[in-house]
């Protein structure tokens, strides 16, 4: 089994619907986070947690929300689609042996019409 | 502002044919820097963390050494399952945040 697994991998949705990516890890780690990668501009923040209570924005927060719901799981949430959200997202957890760097999941591919 | 360069955008080789990738970076207080391989589709996959200048990782075919202003990824004698791109990110100190460069895509043909 992967060691960050997210879901769906690829998913098709509406403008204005509500969508929600989930990711969950098997590493243990305390520390997650949610990135959105477009051609061109890299991958950007978009949440962090430290633990189940800490949860801080990123870079690029606006139009989506974030759930800690255990120490294995963070949810990303659209709550309002809209088409510049199409893009590939990526879970990630900061691993201690890798010096703090992290650990990605497989990604979700994410196209609003 | 911490930022990070990569150079080139995309960068083609014949087999066996080496050559080195450019990170540039500004971090206020360096805490590590990263590299990746992205495959087209996938999450990056982690190749090797540096934390201060003068030092050098090897990892089979790969390279990568750290100044104080820059990152090079060295790729000797490349083969084609090379091909991917490679990412650069730096951590400034007291934080756990990764800044991300766009990558340098690299294409090795037979």
């Known amino acids: 089994d992967a060691d960050v697994t997210q879901t769906p991998r690829n998913r098709i949705t509406k403008t204005g619907k509500r969508i929600m990516l989930e990711c969950s890890q098997t590493?243990?780690?305390?520390?997650m986070y949610w990135y959105r990668q477009d051609p061109g501009l890299g991958l950007r923040l978009i949440y962090y947690s430290f633990d189940v209570k800490d949860i801080n924005k990123g870079e690029i927060s606006d139009g989506y929300s974030v759930s800690r719901q255990a120490q294995a799981k963070f949810s990303l949430s659209l709550e309002s689609a809209i088409p510049n959200q199409t893009a590939l997202y990526f879970c990630a957890t900061s691993d201690p042996t890798k010096g703090y760097g992290y650990t990605f999941g497989s990604g979700t591919r994410l196209t609003v019409v | 502002e911490d930022q990070v360069t990569q150079s080139p955008e995309a960068l083609r080789l014949q087999e066996g044919e080496s050559s080195s990738l450019n990170c540039s970076y500004t971090?206020?207080?360096?805490?590590?820097l990263f590299w990746y391989r992205q495959d087209p589709g996938k999450g990056p996959e982690f190749l090797f963390t540096?934390?201060?200048a003068g030092e050098e990782k090897e990892k089979e075919r790969l390279k990568a050494t750290l100044t104080k202003k820059e990152s090079f990824l060295h790729i000797t004698a490349p083969k084609p399952e090379d091909s991917a791109t490679y990412l650069c990110?730096?951590?400034?100190?007291?934080?756990?945040?990764?800044?991300f460069g766009t990558g340098t895509r690299l294409q090795v043909f037979p």
């Open positions: 971090v206020s207080g360096l805490r590590g």
């Open positions: 540096l934390y201060s």
């Open positions: 990110a730096v951590q400034a100190q007291n934080t756990d945040k990764l800044i």
């Open positions: 590493k243990g780690h305390d520390r």
